[in-house]
């Protein structure tokens, strides 16, 4: 039995293999599976589906919670689904959730394909005199594990993402559980956007600021119609939020419009390269578009029958399947790598969006926020994520039930994913009991010794 499954390639094994024995010696029982292995052995249509077996497999017999998938778009397979009818004609989302739901409402395997045609979670948002058939492979969305992806394209990319939950497990540890002077992990920043076509919602983030203030978080706002921001600049806007960052936050949350390396325009992946926060890294939500497109441009890419597709921006009902591994000419970079995988500093989490953010997705921001409060201390990232997931699937999707929800809540079950690794110890490890006394005698830092 063990709690977290690592999945990657096999020339990254001893990294992988170093990382699980780092977590399996903290409490985290875990487990690796290479992609190699799982290609030879596991039955399924394509490497995805034989990857969600194995997941399904392990969950089963060993009781598995958290799965961690190793690598970006050019490392590791995604599950691409597909809508219809939207206003760019033909899409293809990456959905990492397709690894999570494991099973139908009735507890059987779902390979989400029910059709039987080769086509993953089919949405049409076309009205038809049957109404919107917005769940064509009849999916219940309720997932069964928590599955986060660390989006590193290089084993230097691993490498800097492992070191930094090894260290912000410890530092976290450190600020609320052993009186450290600078508690920065009890503190969380809310930023929302403005301006004539704000995306940010203060009200909105007020309600998704309660939770964490219930919870002792401190919140600092800064909320771009309001002082002190009404009348700062976008340089002195995006200062002021390095400056917090490097004062150390636990959580960021950010409310507005964005691009796939910016919030706004105004703060982008370049700032990230300038932080100094290495030892105090925050959780990031960021309930925008685009953050988190961590995969390939919408009209360039690998297709799945081989060769290049690429097109002008526009609708397109013939839009082919991406191939599950993108070569790496069509990987780009988004916010979630930039605050991930390419710095020491930046972030430990990333939770956002990989295409265009509706106002129906904001929900899980919410219920992300409430798993922290509800759970007990310290959370593990997944559960949290697994609790929002969950909750959205029940109150905006319908209940999972085939037949029911609205077409933009369906989709972004999928469309926003957490990148991170799920078993992370949200605040860092609690403290080291000693057997049979119950007392606790070791700081985060002679922890790291015992265990050296």
Known sequence: ????LLIGSNDWQQTLTEFAKYKSDTGMATNFHSLEDIEKTASGVDLPEKIKRTIEKERRVNGVEYVLLAGDVDRFPCRYIKAINTQWGVKWYPSDHYNADLYDASGHFDNWDADKDGIFAELDFKETKDGPKFNIDKINLVPDVAVGRVPASTLAELETYFAK????EFAASESIWFNNPDPWFRRALFVVDGGSTPF???TQAEQHAAPLTAAGIAVTRRYQDDPPWANASPPFRAAEINRLLDDGLGFVHWHGHGGRESFAGWYDADHVKFLHNELKLPIVVALSCFTARFHTDRDSYTQLLGGDWTSAGTAKPDRPQPAAIQ???HDVDSMAEAFLVKHPAGGIAYVGCTSVMEHGGKPLGLYFCE???DQAKP???GAMWRHAMTRFAQNECGGGTVGMGPYYAFIH????MLFGDPSLRVGGLAPYRV???GQSIMSAGSMIEALA
């Open 165 to 168: 939950v090894r260290s912000y």
């Open 379 to 381: 959370p593990v990232l």
């Open 200 to 202: 940010g919602d203060e």
């Open 371 to 373: 798993a922290y409060r």
């Open 1 to 4: 039995m063990y709690d977290l």
């Open 435 to 437: 057997p049979g006394t």
């Open 327 to 329: 070569a790496p000419k």
């Open 413 to 416: 079950a999928h469309k926003v």
